[in-house]
C-alpha cells in the first residue's frame, strides 16, 4: 500500500484522455490500491487514475458511509443518463476549492471490476455526481470546464 501524490490543477496530465485497459496485470492492481489509499487518506470520495499521473481508464469511487466497498471502475462507459442536479462539486486536484456544477441526477455506468468482469452500476444524487467527474477526469476534463460562477474557497465539500 502507497500513498500516490495528487496531481493539481495546472498539471498538463490533467487535461489529457487515458488509454483504455486491455488486461488487468499485477502493476494495475498495485495502482488500484494505491489509488484506494490515496483516496482514503485525503478523505475523498473518487479518485482517477490521471489525478496520480497515470493515463489509464481506471478510477475508484466510495460514496458510502463506512464497511461498503468501494467501486472499482475499468473502462467506465455512461449508458445512460437522467434528470439533473445542481450543486457543489469539488476534487482532490483543486484542494480547497468549490464550484457549482449541473450534472445529471441519474447516470447508468458500464465498467469492469478488477477481474475483468463487465458489470453495470446505476447511481443517483452524490454516485451520480460521482461518476460523471470521474469518467470527466479519463477523457481529460475537469469541473473547472463546467461551472456556474466561480470557483470559491472552501473547507467542507466532498472532493472527487
Ligand atoms: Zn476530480
Redesign the pocket.
Known amino acids: 500500500m502507497a500513498i500516490r501524490n495528487i496531481r493539481e490543477f495546472g498539471d498538463s496530465v490533467l487535461t489529457k484522455i487515458s488509454k483504455e485497459i486491455k488486461e488487468v496485470d499485477r502493476k494495475l492492481l498495485i495502482l488500484i490500491d494505491d489509488m484506494l489509499d490515496t483516496m482514503y487518506e485525503s478523505y ?1 470520495v ?3 487514475a490521471p ?1 496520480v499521473g497515470v493515463l489509464k481508464r481506471v478510477a475508484v469511487i466510495d460514496v458510502s458511509e463506512e464497511g461498503d466497498e468501494p467501486i472499482i471502475l475499468i473502462n467506465p462507459v455512461i449508458l445512460e443518463v437522467d434528470g439533473e442536479q445542481t450543486g457543489d462539486e ?5 484542494p480547497g476549492k468549490v464550484g457549482t456544477v449541473t450534472r445529471p441526477n441519474y447516470v447508468k455506468v458500464k465498467a469492469y471490476n478488477e477481474k475483468m468482469e463487465e458489470y453495470v452500476i446505476e447511481g443517483t444524487e452524490l454516485l451520480a455526481r460521482a461518476l460523471c ?2 469518467i ?2 479519463l477523457n481529460g476534463v ?2 473547472t470546464d463546467k461551472l456556474m460562477g466561480e470557483l470559491r474557497a472552501t473547507m467542507d465539500t466532498e ?2
Open positions: 475523498g473518487g479518485l482517477a489525478q469539488g476534487c482532490l486536484s483543486l467527474h470521474e470527466d477526469h475537469l469541473y472532493e472527487v
